[in-house]
């Protein structure tokens, strides 16, 4: 078990930088996500802590020491794969003692560790199985036993179950929150699906176009977002974005119009430096935030295209009289009649023209 | 449906009716050929003549054998150093792929005149650059055309120059068939590039090694061109005739076509049963 630090990380690849000075501290058996979309530099950092990719700048440092310099074998980590990268040619067995095996390691110490893998993971029974001949979910299980094996201080998982279907990977997640509360050891994780993050992370990384954009608990982002990319990423359906300005202010807050609704305008105190009058700004509403008329601080029109029934709740997908799109939870017993219907915001979010939270 | 397959059979038959006559033809016509007599004609029915002649003439067990001497050397020799040649290939090290995987190719388009002519230049006792080599390192020159061993030894190595690179590509392409983060994930388990390429390059390309070993051992079991214009019709005194070489003689010179007959389906026979044993030996155990 070990800390992970990152300290002003960055990944060149000829002239095109695709990190760009990451500072991330990994606690000794957290378990961190990062996360963002596609081409962000996610694998490509995670690669770097592994020793794959070469360091361009700043250091990465494993259990206390820097390991910029180190071969990947010596770091004491484990990676699992995306695409597996099992041997297709050995067993499963062969495939969890192959490392062991090759740097003679001691026989009864291999069997010992392959033994052990094998039942925390339940895969005992496919030991003399070859690759080609397990499911999706089985070659995931032996990736992450062969993982085990090695007892690394740190595992680093690289989009492990974006191979598998829905179902799969809702039960390999809850299995590899199982493994982390078992093993006790520091895992970083890299993911695209942030419902994967919000579920698997003690703290979650959210990344973009290779710049950190904030490091917190699931909830504190969800709850409390730096930014407009994050308010955005984080949380499924998406948080409505309503552009706006700002018709007032005093001490304790600003008054937002919003765009189009003159009638509708939301009080929002503001503890930093408040914005000039007239100012444009957006307002986010989670669709969970949306309440019956006359609930909350201002209410909004909207006209609705679609209601999506999903048993206990509903998302109606709506537009406000200025075009915007909106989605909005409600109650399955609450879900209108009426094509149009009105709106309370009960809690809302204030983002600069910038993208950047206005608190 | 019968319509469409008539249809698919008309556009064939152009191709059907050529493979028929210079194909399926001539391989019924040698195999009934070969149990005639033929040094007179009109040429009779006697299975045992070329048959029989077969089992008991030196010339043919020493064609035989040489052609056997070359398979068992040449053959893994050659597949050994393509394999060398198709890592280096692979070689993320490496400038100027392109360059090299085209020299390695070319050998097999060169002309096989204009190639065994420069390989008789390079070998030629008093002015080859081989033996000028061989001299500069303080070793004696070789005589490589009068004696049996270096002729058999220059063969092999004729051979091995003109397809091991042809091999190496063939090879390189499996090898670019294997996923890399295989080799990552033994990187970090800690196995040394030695052992990744014997417990995970060679295995999981062993079918193309097969492929690669098979059509060598067909090759060399036909072995014409290098033996009949490096080292003159299997010089130095027979001492590097092949089968496909006896056959040639027996059948363009002799015009003893039943005999070349029983030779050529020996030749292929021998081709199959080695081929046979070779996939068998390296099957995929269950
Ligand atoms: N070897 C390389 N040479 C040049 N550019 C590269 C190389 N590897 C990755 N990149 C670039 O670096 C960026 C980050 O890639 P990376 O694989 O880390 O993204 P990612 O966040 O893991 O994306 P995904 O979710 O699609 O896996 C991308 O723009 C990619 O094109
Ligand atoms: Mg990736």
Redesign the pocket.
């Given at each position: 078990m070990a800390p992970v630090t990152l300290n002003n990380v960055a990944k060149r690849?000829?002239a095109?930088e695709?990190v760009h000075g990451a500072n991330i501290d990994i606690k000794d058996g957290e378990f961190v996500v990062f996360v963002?979309?596609?081409?962000?530099?996610?694998?490509?950092?995670l690669?770097m802590i592994a020793g794959l990719e070469d360091i361009s700048g700043g250091e990465i440092a494993i259990g206390g020491k820097v390991v910029n310099d180190v071969e990947p074998a010596d770091r004491g980590i484990a990676m699992v794969f995306?695409s597996y990268a099992l041997y297709p040619h050995m067993s499963v067995e062969q495939n969890l003692s192959f490392g062991l095996r090759m740097t003679g390691n001691p026989k009864a110490d291999t069997d010992r560790r392959v033994k052990r893998a094998a039942e925390i993971l339940r895969i005992s029974e496919l030991m003399d199985r070859r690759p080609k001949k397990l499911s999706g979910g089985q070659r995931q299980r032996v990736a992450i036993g062969r993982a085990i094996v090695r007892e690394p201080q740190v595992f680093l998982f690289?989009?492990p179950l974006s191979n598998l279907d829905a179902e799969l990977r809702v039960q390999m997640r809850v299995e590899i929150s199982r493994l982390h509360k078992e093993l006790g050891t520091t895992m970083v994780y890299?993911t695209?699906d942030q419902t994967e993050a919000m579920t698997l992370a003690d703290r979650i990384v959210v990344?973009r176009a290779?710049h950190i954009e904030q490091i917190g608990p699931p909830l504190e982002l969800y709850e409390n977002p730096d930014n407009l990319f994050v308010a955005g990423f984080v949380g499924s359906p998406k948080m409505n974005f309503i552009k706006g300005r700002i018709v007032g202010r005093d001490a304790r807050g600003v008054l937002v119009e919003l765009a189009g609704q003159e009638k509708t305008r939301i009080t929002q105190p503001l503890t930093g430096t408040a914005p000039e009058v007239g100012s444009k700004v957006i307002v986010g509403v989670r669709p969970e935030h949306f309440g019956d008329a006359g609930e909350g601080d201002a209410d909004l029109v909207v006209g609705i295209d679609v209601i999506e029934h999903l048993g206990g709740t509903s998302f109606l997908y709506a537009r406000t009289v200025h075009g915007e799109d909106v989605v909005i939870q409600r109650d399955a017993a609450k879900v209108p009649e009426t094509p149009e219907i009105t709106a309370s915001i009960r809690k809302s979010y204030l983002f600069d023209d910038k993208g950047l939270r206005l608190r | 449906m019968r319509n469409r397959n008539a249809t698919a059979y008309r556009f064939l038959a152009p191709y059907l009716l050529i493979f028929s006559v210079f194909w399926v033809w001539p391989i019924i016509s040698s195999f009934m050929i070969s149990f005639q007599a033929t040094r007179t004609v009109p040429w009779r029915f006697a299975p045992g003549f070329n048959w029989g002649r077969l089992i008991g003439d030196p010339a043919f067990f020493n064609a035989l054998k040489n052609t056997l001497l070359i398979l068992v050397i040449q053959v893994p020799v050659m597949i050994a150093l393509a394999m060398v040649m198709a890592v280096l290939l692979n070689s993320p090290l490496l400038k100027a792929r392109g360059l090299y995987r085209f020299a390695f190719f070319a050998p097999v388009v060169v002309g096989e005149v204009a190639y065994s002519a420069v390989f008789r230049l390079m070998f030629s006792l008093d002015f080859g650059i081989v033996n000028k080599l061989l001299n500069s390192i303080g070793l004696p020159k070789i005589d490589w055309f009068s004696n049996v061993t270096p002729a058999m030894a220059l063969i092999m190595i004729a051979v091995t120059w003109r397809w091991a690179g042809y091999n190496a590509i063939i090879l390189l392409a499996g090898m670019q068939s294997i996923p890399e983060d295989v080799y990552e994930a033994a990187t970090l388990d800690r196995v040394s590039k030695l052992k990744q390429f014997f417990y995970i390059t060679v295995p999981l390309l062993k079918p193309v090694i097969v492929f690669c070993t098979v059509l060598s051992i067909i090759g060399t079991m036909q072995l014409f061109t290098e033996p009949f214009l490096i080292t003159e019709r299997g010089g130095p005194g027979g001492g590097t005739e092949t089968l496909g070489l006896l056959l040639y003689r027996q059948g363009f010179r002799s015009l003893n076509f039943g005999y070349a007959s029983a030779v050529a389906y020996t030749m292929a026979a021998l081709a199959i049963a080695i081929t046979l044993v070779q996939l068998w030996l390296t099957r995929e155990k269950q």
């Amino acid at each position: 078990m070990a800390p992970v630090t990152l300290n002003n990380v960055a990944k060149r690849f000829g002239a095109f930088e695709v990190v760009h000075g990451a500072n991330i501290d990994i606690k000794d058996g957290e378990f961190v996500v990062f996360v963002g979309p596609s081409g962000c530099g996610k694998s490509t950092l995670l690669r770097m802590i592994a020793g794959l990719e070469d360091i361009s700048g700043g250091e990465i440092a494993i259990g206390g020491k820097v390991v910029n310099d180190v071969e990947p074998a010596d770091r004491g980590i484990a990676m699992v794969f995306q695409s597996y990268a099992l041997y297709p040619h050995m067993s499963v067995e062969q495939n969890l003692s192959f490392g062991l095996r090759m740097t003679g390691n001691p026989k009864a110490d291999t069997d010992r560790r392959v033994k052990r893998a094998a039942e925390i993971l339940r895969i005992s029974e496919l030991m003399d199985r070859r690759p080609k001949k397990l499911s999706g979910g089985q070659r995931q299980r032996v990736a992450i036993g062969r993982a085990i094996v090695r007892e690394p201080q740190v595992f680093l998982f690289d989009e492990p179950l974006s191979n598998l279907d829905a179902e799969l990977r809702v039960q390999m997640r809850v299995e590899i929150s199982r493994l982390h509360k078992e093993l006790g050891t520091t895992m970083v994780y890299v993911t695209h699906d942030q419902t994967e993050a919000m579920t698997l992370a003690d703290r979650i990384v959210v990344l973009r176009a290779g710049h950190i954009e904030q490091i917190g608990p699931p909830l504190e982002l969800y709850e409390n977002p730096d930014n407009l990319f994050v308010a955005g990423f984080v949380g499924s359906p998406k948080m409505n974005f309503i552009k706006g300005r700002i018709v007032g202010r005093d001490a304790r807050g600003v008054l937002v119009e919003l765009a189009g609704q003159e009638k509708t305008r939301i009080t929002q105190p503001l503890t930093g430096t408040a914005p000039e009058v007239g100012s444009k700004v957006i307002v986010g509403v989670r669709p969970e935030h949306f309440g019956d008329a006359g609930e909350g601080d201002a209410d909004l029109v909207v006209g609705i295209d679609v209601i999506e029934h999903l048993g206990g709740t509903s998302f109606l997908y709506a537009r406000t009289v200025h075009g915007e799109d909106v989605v909005i939870q409600r109650d399955a017993a609450k879900v209108p009649e009426t094509p149009e219907i009105t709106a309370s915001i009960r809690k809302s979010y204030l983002f600069d023209d910038k993208g950047l939270r206005l608190r | 449906m019968r319509n469409r397959n008539a249809t698919a059979y008309r556009f064939l038959a152009p191709y059907l009716l050529i493979f028929s006559v210079f194909w399926v033809w001539p391989i019924i016509s040698s195999f009934m050929i070969s149990f005639q007599a033929t040094r007179t004609v009109p040429w009779r029915f006697a299975p045992g003549f070329n048959w029989g002649r077969l089992i008991g003439d030196p010339a043919f067990f020493n064609a035989l054998k040489n052609t056997l001497l070359i398979l068992v050397i040449q053959v893994p020799v050659m597949i050994a150093l393509a394999m060398v040649m198709a890592v280096l290939l692979n070689s993320p090290l490496l400038k100027a792929r392109g360059l090299y995987r085209f020299a390695f190719f070319a050998p097999v388009v060169v002309g096989e005149v204009a190639y065994s002519a420069v390989f008789r230049l390079m070998f030629s006792l008093d002015f080859g650059i081989v033996n000028k080599l061989l001299n500069s390192i303080g070793l004696p020159k070789i005589d490589w055309f009068s004696n049996v061993t270096p002729a058999m030894a220059l063969i092999m190595i004729a051979v091995t120059w003109r397809w091991a690179g042809y091999n190496a590509i063939i090879l390189l392409a499996g090898m670019q068939s294997i996923p890399e983060d295989v080799y990552e994930a033994a990187t970090l388990d800690r196995v040394s590039k030695l052992k990744q390429f014997f417990y995970i390059t060679v295995p999981l390309l062993k079918p193309v090694i097969v492929f690669c070993t098979v059509l060598s051992i067909i090759g060399t079991m036909q072995l014409f061109t290098e033996p009949f214009l490096i080292t003159e019709r299997g010089g130095p005194g027979g001492g590097t005739e092949t089968l496909g070489l006896l056959l040639y003689r027996q059948g363009f010179r002799s015009l003893n076509f039943g005999y070349a007959s029983a030779v050529a389906y020996t030749m292929a026979a021998l081709a199959i049963a080695i081929t046979l044993v070779q996939l068998w030996l390296t099957r995929e155990k269950q």
